[in-house]
């Protein structure tokens, strides 16, 4: 894939926000009752075909009961090639960064995946839209709040459905906990601890060491997995944060964030923490409630996650979180059932990094958050 800087990346935005304005408005259930999808898995087109393509969502969509995979999206030849005969890809289905507005004539592809880093996720997904497809974007949405404003701008006016690439909320131990928190298994929420980070070494000059491409470091990555987990564990938009970020390794981690640590207020008087980072192992989700607690550990990886409340374990039987998260979205798009985890998800996230971000410029300082009390909480 050749490199987009900062000025062709704000240059494509631009026409592609300018193409959007022009769409009539459509709302997305006049487009799903306007369709027929009879015994049909929906068509789903992977772009970007790094790690996670290859090793968890085109395997997953092997297993997928409502979508499969029927294209896809490089800027490397060669992959195209493996690809095409590993999944059986006709040519016509195989497109490139040049010819991808092509895409909107394909009729076996309804839904683009984008898969990308994260300073291309707002252009691929608002010409998706105005391709016609629906679109799941990876996490996290864009590289501010401004961007996904235009995400989900484009999506709604060309009248297609728009989801984030979030995985637990489809997989059965998170859906768990949210149980816990929504039926007050244990009572009210009053604390609530989530921990996601990894070590990251060899290789200081991948993308997402890189700023321009990453928008920050274990913030942008791991650092969603916290948010979204002290979120759903409490089942509250926080109110306020104060945060700091700590570095030990700047020759590594030159350009972005190692370690940032959070402490969030929320309504109703609870209170909660994160820590993420690129330097230090961790996977935990702790909820302490009026009469018991619960646990997540591990809680945010590709599974077998693990559970346990103050009445006992939790157990569930591991299936491809990517595989129930895809379906998830495809059954929203066939039968309308709720949108898991919708594009006012992925602001609403990017709207607690960008306060997470200001606290650390400001000493420290706290940072009022104003989100609507269920603002982006999804199905």
């Known amino acids: 894939?050749?490199?987009?800087?900062?000025?062709?990346?704000?240059?494509?935005?631009?026409?592609?926000?300018?193409?959007?304005?022009?769409?009539?408005?459509?709302?997305?259930?006049?487009?799903?009752?306007?369709?027929?999808?009879?015994?049909?898995?929906?068509?789903?087109?992977?772009?970007?075909?790094?790690?996670?393509?290859?090793?968890?969502?085109?395997?997953?969509?092997?297993?997928?009961?409502?979508?499969?995979?029927?294209?896809?999206?490089?800027?490397?030849?060669?992959?195209a090639e493996v690809w095409k005969k590993k999944y059986k890809l006709s040519p016509e289905h195989v497109y490139n960064y040049e010819n991808f507005d092509d895409i909107a004539a394909d009729q076996a592809i309804d839904i683009v995946y984008i898969v990308l880093p994260n300073s291309m996720h707002a252009e691929y997904s608002i010409r998706a839209a105005r391709a016609g497809k629906h679109v799941i974007?990876?996490?996290?949405?864009?590289?501010?709040?401004?961007?996904?404003?235009?995400?989900?701008?484009a999506c709604r006016d060309a009248g297609v459905a728009l989801g984030m690439g979030y995985r637990l909320h489809s997989e059965p131990y998170t859906r768990q906990v949210k149980r816990f928190v929504r039926d007050k298994t244990f009572g009210e929420v009053r604390f609530i601890s989530a921990d996601a980070a990894y070590i990251s070494r060899g290789?200081?000059?991948?993308?997402?060491?890189?700023?321009?491409?990453?928008?920050?470091?274990?913030?942008?990555?791991?650092g969603v997995y916290s948010i979204q987990s002290c979120i759903y564990g409490c089942g509250k938009n926080p109110v306020a944060v104060t945060a700091q970020e700590f570095s030990t390794r700047p020759d590594y981690f030159r350009e972005t964030d190692e370690t940032i640590t959070a402490q969030f207020e929320f309504p109703g008087g609870t209170v909660g923490q994160m820590m993420t980072s690129h330097n230090a192992r961790a996977n935990r989700l702790y909820g302490s409630c009026d009469s018991g607690w619960f646990e997540l550990q591990p809680a945010n990886n590709y599974g077998?996650?693990?559970?346990?409340?103050?009445?006992?374990?939790?157990?569930?039987?591991?299936?491809?979180?990517?595989?129930?998260?895809?379906?998830?979205?495809?059954?929203?798009?066939?039968?309308?059932?709720?949108?898991?985890?919708?594009?006012?998800?992925?602001?609403?996230?990017?709207?607690?990094?960008?306060?997470?971000?200001?606290?650390?410029?400001?000493?420290?300082?706290?940072?009022?958050?104003?989100?609507?009390?269920?603002?982006?909480?999804?199905?």
């Open 203 to 222: 290789n200081p000059n991948q993308w997402r060491l890189n700023k321009a491409l990453s928008g920050g470091g274990a913030l942008m990555n791991m």
């Open 304 to 379: 077998p996650l693990s559970g346990r409340t103050s009445e006992g374990p939790i157990s569930f039987p591991h299936e491809s979180q990517q595989k129930l998260q895809m379906d998830d979205f495809a059954r929203h798009i066939l039968e309308g059932t709720p949108n898991t985890a919708p594009g006012e998800m992925g602001r609403r996230d990017m709207v607690i990094v960008e306060a997470i971000y200001q606290s650390i410029r400001e000493g420290g300082k706290r940072v009022a958050i104003d989100l609507p009390d269920n603002y982006g909480m999804g199905g």
């Open 137 to 153: 974007c990876e996490k996290p949405m864009g590289l501010n709040v401004a961007e996904c404003d235009a995400i989900i701008a």
């Open 1 to 79: 894939m050749a490199p987009i800087n900062r000025r062709q990346f704000n240059r494509r935005l631009g026409k592609g926000l300018a193409g959007t304005l022009a769409l009539g408005s459509l709302p997305l259930n006049s487009v799903m009752a306007s369709c027929s999808y009879p015994q049909k898995k929906l068509g789903i087109a992977l772009v970007g075909l790094g790690s996670y393509s290859t090793y968890q969502l085109a395997p997953a969509l092997q297993q997928t009961q409502y979508c499969q995979l029927t294209g896809i999206v490089t800027g490397t030849p060669e992959k």
